[in-house]
């Protein structure tokens, strides 16, 4: 596992606070924040962020922030943000700080929507904002390219009087969206066409989740989102590359702010937040779009958001992904600059490499047949078994074994290949724990299937070894049938086969769906796992590692091994 000082830890975003703290800019206190939107649940993007906010904020002693981001009304509801809230902790991580409804270290942005409105009308007053009506389509064209300095709106140079009091009829429902919209007056020449004077308010006549129909005027993303580091007394806000060409406008934000004198001090020092960005997680064979996850759950494509094969956090969950492994995954990618894709199949070593050191052994199996022991009189037996080999402290079980057992149909062949040392006709195996079984013959019906085993033990080799020591290679994993008790398995594969589902637009992802994503099967698991409860997470000593979803319901996790190797 990843020490604290190896080369991934020490990026820059580290080497920038530790700058900051150095130079005295935090006032004691490193705070970072975890801003989603509550418009749907987290997935393993998401949890990247998670690792990096709520993990900065504890390698310096400080504190991260939840705050929902419900600037946007539409979409956004209470079960996303319980369900977000739940899946952070799952991560294993908790929110500190004040807080700013009773909850410590918990912020809803629409809490600070007055605030923010306020901030408006005050650029308004200093002539920093103005209202405008041109169409989205004029707005556009005014603004321009690039290369070429835009053309001022014909309201750029109108007086604050007016633009206060559009400002207000905005606020008080007298347009219809798109009417009129609030802009801030910067530079319409720049070459960063976000600098050209950008919308900060806009009009729309939806129903806000928490505040109803309080509101008809919303701030955009580029306003809000500072005024909230800000307000918060945020040091250091970091989010996705994608941001930052908008740095600049951040910037802008907290200058005005400042000159508001609306900057929070804390041991003296004015606390002005900073943003810096960070490459993305991109996750190969699947979409992360919260838009593209939702759109797979409407129309049923999956069964859910926690459906096993989802990029989400509640999906990986019932897919029996641990919380460690998760975080071991986003650790090794590290933080950079540099967009990247990784492939899940390192996640999935991360799974494997936790669940190996910690997962209870137990004996599925998975397509059975038949194996009758014919020379089998006494009672039944016990078999003991050790619950983790590589852990001697989980101990030993007992497992039931008598004259029919269940085993996998892979593990026979009538007429064995090169190198089968499994059960075939007059070849000797060890019935795992038990005793060594010699095959004698099997039963086919009509079509020629093999529907029954026949064989007989050697008494002596009761434990699970020949008495005179001789050779016995294959070791096979059994049931038994008495005891044994029936249960589904649940096979997942990749939801998508191709690479990258979007190459061809997000209208048409869902041509590479994986038809066989899921493979639902039924068979037979020791006696012991008729106990097991939802979320707990075993290794089927053949098939791979499970996690029950539902007494006697078994989710595939991964397969024991992988050919994968991370670099
Ligand atoms: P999506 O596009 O998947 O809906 P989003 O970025 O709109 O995601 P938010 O709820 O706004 O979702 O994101 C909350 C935080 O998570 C932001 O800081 C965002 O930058 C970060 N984040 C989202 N996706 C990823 C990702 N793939 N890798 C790293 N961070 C991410
Ligand atoms: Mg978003």
Not at 7 to 24: C, M, N, P, Y
Not at 429 to 436: D, K, S
Request: charged fraction near 30%.
């Amino acid at each position: 596992m990843m020490n604290e000082e190896s080369d991934t830890s020490r990026h820059f975003l580290r080497q920038w606070i530790e700058k900051d703290v150095a130079d005295g800019k935090t006032g004691g206190k490193v705070v970072t924040r975890f801003p989603p939107e509550p418009n749907g649940y987290i997935h393993i993007g998401h949890a990247k962020a998670v690792c990096v906010d709520f993990g900065m904020a504890e390698l310096f002693g400080g504190e991260c922030h939840l705050r929902l981001d419900d600037t946007n009304p539409a979409k956004e509801s209470d079960e996303y943000a319980e369900n977000i809230k739940k899946d952070i902790n799952w991560l294993g991580f908790q929110w500190s700080g004040e807080g700013d409804a009773g909850e410590k270290g918990f912020y809803n942005a629409s809490n600070m929507f007055d605030q923010m409105y306020a901030i408006a009308e005050e650029l308004i007053r200093r002539g920093q904002a103005y209202c405008c009506n041109l169409t989205q389509d004029e707005w556009k064209e005014y603004r321009g390219v690039p290369e070429k300095p835009g053309r001022p709106s014909p309201s750029r140079d109108t007086d604050p009087e007016r633009n206060l009091r559009i400002f207000h009829e905005m606020r008080d429902g007298k347009y219809a969206d798109g009417e009129w919209c609030l802009r801030a007056k910067i530079d319409m020449a720049s070459p960063n066409i976000h600098f050209r004077d950008p919308v900060i308010y806009r009009i729309r006549h939806v129903a806000h989740y928490h505040l109803g129909d309080k509101w008809c005027v919303y701030p955009m993303y580029d306003f809000a989102h500072p005024i909230e580091d800000a307000l918060e007394g945020v040091t250091h806000s970091m989010c996705t590359l994608e941001f930052e060409v908008h740095r600049p406008l951040y910037d802008w934000v907290v200058d005005r702010m400042d000159e508001q004198g609306l900057l929070p001090v804390r041991n003296g020092v004015k606390i002005r937040t900073q943003q810096r960005e960070f490459a993305r997680l991109n996750l190969t064979y699947t979409v992360m779009s919260k838009r593209l996850l939702l759109q797979m759950v409407q129309e049923k494509v999956v069964d859910g958001w926690d459906d096993p094969r989802m990029p989400t956090v509640c999906g990986m969950r019932r897919r029996g992904y641990t919380p460690g492994a998760i975080r071991e995954f986003c650790d090794r990618i590290g933080v950079s600059k540099v967009e990247s894709e990784s492939d899940p199949a390192l996640l999935e070593w991360c799974v494997r490499e936790e669940l190996n050191q910690t997962a209870m052994r137990r004996i599925a199996v998975v397509d059975p047949v038949k194996v009758v022991v014919d020379n089998w009189s006494g009672p039944a037996r016990e078999a003991e078994l050790p619950n983790n080999p590589l852990d001697e402290k989980a101990g030993t079980r007992k497992v039931p074994f008598g004259r029919e057992v269940w085993i996998d149909r892979a593990d026979f062949m009538e007429v064995p290949e090169k190198k089968f040392f499994r059960m075939a006709p007059g070849q000797e195996v060890r019935l795992r724990g038990a005793c060594i079984f010699k095959c004698t013959g099997c039963v086919k019906d009509e079509s020629g299937k093999v529907v029954e085993i026949h064989g007989t033990w050697d008494e002596a080799s009761w434990g699970g070894n020949p008495a005179d020591g001789r050779k016995v290679k294959g070791t096979i994993h059994w049931v038994d049938c008495a005891t044994g008790v029936k249960a589904e398995f649940r096979l997942y594969d990749r939801l998508f086969l191709e690479r990258d589902p979007l190459k061809e637009g997000s209208e048409n992802f869902l041509k590479f769906l994986n038809p066989d994503s899921l493979r639902v099967v039924s068979g037979y698991v020791e006696p012991a796992l008729a106990e097991a409860r939802a979320g707990e997470r075993f290794q089927f000593e053949r098939t791979g590692y499970f996690v029950c979803d539902a007494p006697l319901v078994f989710n595939r996790t991964c397969s024991l091994k992988d050919s994968y190797r991370p670099a």
